[in-house]
């Protein structure tokens, strides 16, 4: 599938002539038109040996010309060409800028990095369905907070993730992570609080809570050397990473979390404090996870 095309146009006297690279999601592939038609063409996957190694098209002009032209990645998101006409240089895209990738993107592209990200696509595309409970489960909570109240809405989020857990049974997609126990307790002690209090302020004030005791939780796995929350959370995350660390940051930001979450409901009320929770606080967690995540790998 194309996501982009980059259109180069060689000034060769004569004739109207047209590069077209195309950016797939497998690879990349370079076409040569010559007055409308195309006269060469040639493609290279992401599973090649060499994945960004520069084309060479090449075709005869009708008045016996040898037309060459190279193409290739210059950055990340630009693609250079030359063209040369019986071997001398005629035109460039970037006159004097080599068509070549920067050697720390180049570096990227190494078999082992490549092997790599493969690794990290295949654990991302099964993880993908317990991402999609987790963020419907918090826009269900989103929509019955605002259509009823806070209390009614963890008691339904609660319900739901036990159907959750029931589902889980009988499929073999993982619909939960690699926190799937933790978070069903956590779940059923929000809604028992909820049930218990039947209070905004108290269901907002209990968010807090359960926030703060979750990073209590991972803070002593951390001491214990990570080995039950920290490596749940490493199976459910890419790359090799070492539990301690993983669960001793995520405490840390578990307790940074508690802390603006209280900040907002005292400054903000329930409608900030909804926003906060459903729409900002997550890509903010996300970010700093990816950094917890870099300082852990092994």
Not at 8 to 21: E, K, M, T
Not at 67 to 72: D, K, T
Request: hydrophobic share 50%; charged share 15%; with cysteine.
């Amino acid at each position: 599938m194309r996501y982009w095309r980059y259109r180069h146009r060689p000034a060769i006297a004569g004739h109207d002539v047209c590069l077209l690279i195309d950016a797939h999601v497998t690879g990349w592939e370079s076409r040569l038109l010559v007055d409308g038609a195309e006269v060469a063409r040639q493609w290279s996957g992401l599973d090649s040996a060499d994945p960004l190694a520069n084309h060479g098209l090449a075709t005869t002009l009708p008045d016996g010309r040898e037309l060459a032209v190279e193409c290739g990645y210059n950055s990340l998101a630009t693609t250079g060409a030359a063209a040369y006409v019986d071997g001398r240089l005629v035109w460039e895209s970037h006159p004097g800028r080599p068509i070549a990738l920067p050697a720390r993107v180049k570096a990227m592209a190494n078999p082992e990095r490549l092997a790599q990200n493969k690794a990290h696509m295949a654990q991302l595309k099964r993880n993908w369905p317990a991402m999609a409970c987790d963020i419907g489960i918090g826009l269900l909570f989103y929509a019955v907070a605002k259509l009823v109240d806070l209390p009614t809405a963890a008691i339904v989020s609660a319900v739901a993730g036990i159907m959750l857990a029931v589902v889980q049974r009988f499929v073999k997609v993982d619909l939960l992570g690699g926190l799937a126990r933790f978070g069903i307790v956590m779940g059923l002690v929000s809604a028992g609080l909820a049930i218990a209090f039947r209070d905004d302020r108290a269901v907002m004030m209990r968010s807090t809570l359960m926030g703060t005791i979750t990073a209590l939780a991972f803070l002593g796995d951390a001491a214990l050397g990570g080995r039950w929350l920290g490596k749940g959370l490493a199976n459910y995350m890419p790359g090799p990473l070492d539990p301690r660390r993983l669960a001793l940051g995520i405490g840390l930001l578990g307790l940074a979390s508690a802390a603006a979450e209280q900040t907002i409901i005292i400054m903000g009320g329930k409608d900030a404090w909804l926003t906060w929770t459903t729409f900002i606080e997550m890509p903010v967690s996300v970010a700093l996870i990816m950094l917890i995540a870099h300082h852990a790998r092994v």
